[in-house]
């Protein structure tokens, strides 16, 4: 899959939907927005990004009675997968060996995120 790029907003509103068990309305997406993410945006901005969402055919609305839902398109593991092989490809050449020994190099990681990695590569042998 190759998803067509969203903004960071527009990602806030998704992770909001692929968060959730069921599908949200606008009401709903709103509320978790603002307080799950600390923002103190109107409905009519979510109500934007949805719009923008459902045209890049991330999510689909559709109506229940008087309100409108939005369900993803877009599988959240598949959008995390291309955005990290981009990642990789844009600033390691492609290159997940590379990748990952920056993180241990820079001390990015615990020591028992670490010992998780270790265990994690240990098993792919």
Known sequence: ???KEITDCEKVVMKCVWDSPQDLSMQEITEMVN???GKNWKTQTV???LARLVKKDYLKMYRKGRCF???PL???EEYKDD???DYVQFWNGGSMSA???GLFGKEMLSESERKELKTKINELD
């Open 1 to 3: 899959m190759r998803a």
């Open 35 to 37: 307080t799950k993410h």
């Open 47 to 49: 109500s934007t990004f």
């Open 69 to 71: 839902y939005y369900q």
């Open 74 to 76: 877009v599988d959240k």
């Open 83 to 85: 955005v990290l092989k």
């Open 99 to 101: 990748f990952v020994c």
